[in-house]
């Protein structure tokens, strides 16, 4: 039997901290500093099957490891640095069925995430991802999708909707038959999370100035 991080946990090391994502108990946690150096010192040694005992039963009574029949390492989370932002200067006038398409969808999402069912959420964008049509890519086509997106986004509330507006927004995509990535983020000293959507480097619905400041810990 190997020693292997557990499966379901993502992890990222922002400014010098192992931060870590159980997306089944909803939380993101940290290691007690001497703990987390044994820990990224295993993992940038290739995870080798061999730990030593004390390091063995502190990432064990953490939770952040698990004994499994085959060796494998697992990275800390990687995505692309956006280098642009597309975000409309000016609203136009949706139609009425994006409007009410958007609303719901981000009502929905902001439910889910705030009783706990973010997990759930998350398997369905996976799925979403997997199963919808997709169309050949086309730029032009996301980004006026974004932009509609967002003008729909003026009859709701924006304060601390990163999470569920992300999730909509990439779900609205995929309806219509285009890839995007759903990010999610932390930084560190304050600890704070954001999650954004991004089609290559593109940031959509979001600005370089809010997003660069965190380090990714999970990528759809």
């Known amino acids: 039997m190997f020693p292997s991080i557990r499966d379901g946990?993502?992890?990222c090391v922002a400014d010098g901290r192992t931060v870590f994502l159980d997306l089944e108990a909803d939380r993101y946690f940290c290691l007690p500093i001497e703990i987390d150096d044994a820990f990224q010192a295993w993992v940038a040694a290739g995870c080798k099957p061999h730990l030593p005992d004390e390091t063995h039963t502190a990432l064990s009574a953490a939770g952040i490891i698990?004994?499994?029949?085959?060796?494998?390492?697992?990275?800390?989370?990687r995505s692309?640095?956006?280098s642009k932002s597309i975000r409309s200067e000016r609203a136009e006038r949706p139609e009425f069925g994006t409007v009410a398409e958007v609303v719901a969808s981000e009502f929905v999402c902001r439910w889910a995430t705030r009783s706990g069912r973010l997990s759930y959420v998350i398997r369905k964008v996976r799925a979403?991802?997997?199963?919808?049509?997709?169309?050949?890519?086309?730029d032009a086509d996301i980004e006026t999708c974004a932009r509609h997106f967002q003008d729909s986004l003026l009859?709701?509330?924006?304060?601390d909707r990163c999470l569920s507006r992300s999730l909509a927004l990439?779900?609205?995509l995929f309806r219509r038959g285009h890839q995007a990535d759903l990010v999610l983020g932390v930084r560190m000293m304050p600890f704070r999370a954001h999650a954004w959507v991004q089609f290559g480097e593109t940031l959509l619905i979001d600005t370089?100035?809010?997003?660069?400041?965190?380090?990714p810990i999970l990528v759809i």
């Open 80 to 82: 692309t640095t956006p």
């Open 66 to 77: 698990e004994q499994t029949e085959r060796w494998a390492t697992k990275r800390p989370c």
């Open 128 to 138: 979403e991802r997997e199963t919808k049509p997709r169309h050949p890519r086309n």
């Open 155 to 159: 009859f709701v509330a924006s304060k």
């Open 170 to 172: 990439v779900r609205y």
């Open 9 to 11: 946990l993502d992890y």
């Open 208 to 215: 370089l100035e809010n997003v660069l400041p965190y380090t």
